[in-house]
């Protein structure tokens, strides 16, 4: 293993000269002839190697002539020397490379799988390349095809059609190398040799997870996405970014007829083409024929009924006795006129708002604006309160800055990886591709968590701790680190501060004393310690695991200090990454979609920052935090004396009647507002409690930027027409506040401080170019431009953010695509790695904070013995509004499981695919158990995209103190076998999938629990 690189001028290979074709070429050192012409312009047939990939040289469509040398050369995997003579298109070279094209298309099934005009080019690049070197397939040969075999397209979206295989071996290598995924083979003899998946089943009764990395690497159309068989002509190809998970991977939607047909991987900073199952043929969600498509107002008299929710039976459920039709006009005007007057009624506590990170940023940005120049308060938040909001209150509070301090793939600079409270296969798979590549090349994973996830089959040790003994574990690393004299004393000198506190602390916690409480054997736990202090790199990556707990701060905070008294943090390959779990969880964040924030983490209590804004968008500003997510669910069911009673509610994008903790309690206190608006793109089972129902735009329907987890803020370009009468979701925010105008004016004198310090200061941060107070606009201003003024609303939030993205222009991002923050100034590259020379606090150290153990707020007990873990899978994302309406992701994972140990299954008489009952004291659903023997005896995992068996009906509320995140990971759950499932619960109950051929499902269900 080669030790991290240090600086960047060590990555620089140097350069050699050679000749191609009469043509002096300079390739870098250890570059290929092929890559080097390449480069150069001048192109040489190929088919088995791909950009990205291994070069395999099995093809020898790329052979060239080298002066002196008798034999041929296949170009890519020949590495260019200096001062050869190479020619790609001597009448010897030119020859051997026909041969091997005109024997290949010999072998073709008369009928292709992928053509481009009229069924010219039947087989993709084969043909193409056939095409331009002018080959003929001689009858002769033709004659000598073999035996063509048989379609399978047992999988629900891809078609593998070996007749058109030319063993290239590229799906092999996207299946095992890139992915790592270990599904596709090369297997059996000579004239039978065949790709195969696992031990040559078909493909859908395989392991195979259905990224699509295959279909997308195949030349011939062997492999194939079912939704793009045939002709490849589209209308046009638009790049985006997926809007599944905060990885942000870069994609083309291919569009016929204003529908995605297909999607490709971009070559984005984030994924380099690669994708998942959800960004490749999760799209049809946008077609759906139950989006909304008009505004809609409840009818008059209809009761809101919390507990009929749980009945509700999404794909059947209809409207139209709830709900009647309106115009944009009327329906904007009851939203907004109630808003309004109950604002200027009861005070401007009395609204509240929950914006989206599924949205843009510029949505994000003007929500959250709305909020505090309309509504009046600081009341906004969105869903990262319910994911990531202890792991920002830490790392806030400890370096000063809420995002990574690496991108994921640095994870290709790290000796070890340290993974915790995540299962990146299925929440962030290809970011934990980044993490399978390296444990390839021979890094360390560790995988700290109850269930032992697939990542755990890359890792080198795996600590299944007890769930809730977070604190304990870490607290027994750092102990360690400190008590073998392994602490990086010069981090700790010149760099933190509290560390005599921390090494006080965490004397009780050796792992001797700590094994019996996490689980963990002392010597392992050692060992880990040992490892992780030692490598001469070593990054932290974490999910839920970690902050949904009522010590998530704590969790965060253990994390931190490990990293800091081992040095492991500010160099490549090393450092702190909390994986953001919804595609703009971060840049919604960031844009101040957060009570107590505004854009950029401005407090709202800093007085500077206070006025500041008040300046820059001309209107009094509540100095005050605001509610979040759970806490306004509470002041919604407030007594009526309450002056900060929550009676009215705007939310966009979001489903808080599925994705906030006990479900119960949350559903009654939507039911409860007087009035309710909301602003989506499916009749959610909030909007179902909804007054006004506002029909808005899907991401591939607008153009907008999102901010992955790796801080690259990324452009995405309207792909399609929205449906019906659905409008931007910047239009209609913009509806809204034209309609509500600023709050009451009263808000000035209440707060002295403000008009004597506005304008006096920059908020933290800032940098003089832009920052320029009064560059913003009041409320009721609407924004100029093509798509609802997207541009224009995004450079407004640049100056309000100009402490960060000052350098990333809308022109910016129109050519780059992805640009990664802090980025100061045009040229500015930006900032992979952070916190090199100083932290983000107010003294540039990190401030280490000791934690102690603290339960969960609820424990087992007889009557409740199981601990219920709740989280996501790899098909189905969050309340699973949009995955489980794309028809393949159905197909593939169509019903709601619970997942148990093989051991906790025979102890309860447990079959897998029984049925059984789980309740915990605040809810209970009913759906079948799988075997997983990953789920820690005595837990249960479910996952929470499922309406019918809705995990968050059981969930507790309880908060972490600091960040304010409910205990989604831990509450006491008693499993009962039988009970009774829905009825025709699901999708896709009738006819409605749309253009994506689905094949028999092979459904992983229970079938292979
Ligand atoms: S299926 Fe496609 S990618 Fe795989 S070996 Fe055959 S031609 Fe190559
Ligand atoms: S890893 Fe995340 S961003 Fe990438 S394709 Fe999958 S869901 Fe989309
Ligand atoms: S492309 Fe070089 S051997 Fe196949």
Known sequence: MTSAPTTAASLQPGTVTLRIDQQTVHAQEGETIFKAAQRHGIDIPHLCFKDGFRPDGNCRACVVEIAGERTLAPSCCRTATAGLEVLVNSPRARKSQQMVLEMLLSDMPDVGHKWLEDGVGQHGELSDWAQRLDVQVRPALQA?????????????????????????????????????????????????????????????????????ECVQACPTGA??????????????????????????????????????????GRDGPANHQRLCVKGRFGFDYAHSPQRLTVPLIRKAGVPKDPAAIAQLNRDSADWSAVFRQASWDEALALAAGQLTHLRDTHGHKALAGFGSA??????????????????????????????????VAALLEGVGSAAVSNQVNDVAHAEL??????????????????????????????????????????????????????????????????????????????????????????????????????????????EV?????????????????????????????????????????????????????????????DAGLIPMMYPNYQRVSNAAAHAWFEKFWDTPLDNQPGYTVVEIMHKALADDSDPHKVRGMYIMGE???????????????????????????????????ADVVLPATAWPEKTGTVTNTDRMVQLGQQAIDPPGQAQPDLWIIQQIAQRMGPHASALREAQPHASALRGSLPPEGASPALGRPGGGRALACGYAGPQSGVAEVYEEMRQAMHGVIAGISWERLQRESSVTYPCLSESDPG???????????????????????????????????????????????????????????????????????????????????????????????????????????????????????????????????????????????????????????????????????????????????
């Open 144 to 212: 000598l095809r073999r035996t063509q075999p048989a379609a399978d397209v047992s999988h629900p979206a891809m078609a593998v059609n070996l007749d058109a295989c030319i063993q290239c071996n590229r799906c092999v290598r996207a299946c095992r190398e890139e992915q790592v995924n270990d599904v596709i083979g090369y297997a059996h003899r000579g004239a039978h040799s065949a790709i195969v998946f696992d031990l040559d089943d078909a493909m859908g009764s395989s392991c195979c997870v259905a990224c699509g």
């Open 223 to 264: 492999l194939m996405p079912k939704s793009q068989m045939g002709s490849q002509v589209v209308d046009k190809q638009v790049d985006s970014v997926c809007p599944f998970c905060g990885v942000g991977c870069l994609l083309t939607y291919n569009v016929k007829d204003n529908r995605i047909v297909s999607v490709d």
């Open 358 to 391: 599924k949205g843009s940023n510029e949505e994000a940005y003007l929500f959250q604006k709305l909020v505090r120049t309309g509504f009046g308060s600081n009341n906004v938040d969105h869903c990262t309160r319910l994911c990531h909001a202890s792991s």
């Open 417 to 526: 990886i340290f993974v915790i409270g995540s299962n990146p296969t299925a929440n962030h798979p290809v970011a934990a591709t980044w993490m399978k590549n390296a444990a390839k090349r021979g890094a360390k994973i560790v995988l700290a968590d109850p269930r032992v996830t697939d990542i755990g089959k890359h890792a080198w040790r795996t600590l299944p701790f007890k769930p809730d003994t977070d604190v304990a574990m870490l607290n027994a690393l750092i102990h360690t680190v400190i008590d073998e004299g392994l602490v990086n004393q010069d981090f700790i000198r010149d760099r933190a501060n509290n560390f005599e506190a921390l090494k006080q602390n965490v004397q009780g916690y050796s792992p001797e004393a700590m094994a019996p409480i996490c689980g963990i054997p002392a010597a392992t736990l050692r």
């Open 529 to 589: 310690a040992r490892a992780f202090a030692t490598a001469k790199s070593a990054m932290v990556l974490w999910g839920m695991g970690v902050s949904q707990h009522v010590h998530g701060t704590d969790n965060a905070r253990c994390l931190i200090a490990l990293v800091s008294v081992t040095g492991q943090i500010g160099k490549p390959g090393s450092g702190l990454h909390p994986l953001r779990g919804q595609n703009n969880v971060q840049g919604a964040s």
């Open 655 to 689: 489903n808080p009647a599925m994705s906030d903790p006990d479900l119960n309690h949350a559903r009654h206190a939507l039911a409860s507002l007087e009035h309710l608006v909301v602003q989506d793109i499916f009749m959610t089972e909030t909007a179902w409690l």
């Open 831 to 1009: 900032e992979p790695t952070v916190f090199t020379q100083h932290f983000d606090t107010d003294d540039g150290r990190v401030h280490l904070v000791p934690a102690d153990i603290i339960p969960a707020n609820e424990r087992p007990d007889a009557d409740y013995p199981f601990v219920l873990i709740t989280g996501r899978q790899l098909e189905h994302w969050h309340t699973g509004s949009m995955t489980r309406r794309s028809g393949v992701l159905h197909a593939i994972e169509p019903t709601a499981t619970a997942s148990m140990c093989g051991a906790d299954l025979l102890t309860l008489g447990l079959n897998a695919g029984d049925v059984v009952t789980l309740a915990s004291r605040r809810g209970q659903v009913s759906l079948r158990v799988r075997r997983d023997d990953g789920t820690p005896i005595g837990s249960v995992f479910m996952p929470f995209a499922y309406y019918e068996a809705a995990a968050n009906l059981m969930t507790n509320a309880a908060l972490d103190p600091f960040g304010k995140i409910p205990e989604f990971k831990y509450c006491a759950v008693a499993v009962r076998a039988g009970g009774e499932l829905p009825h025709n619960a699901g999708f896709f109950s009738r006819d409605r999938v749309g253009r994506v051929a689905l094949a028999a499902p092979p459904s992983k269900g229970v079938a292979q629990a």
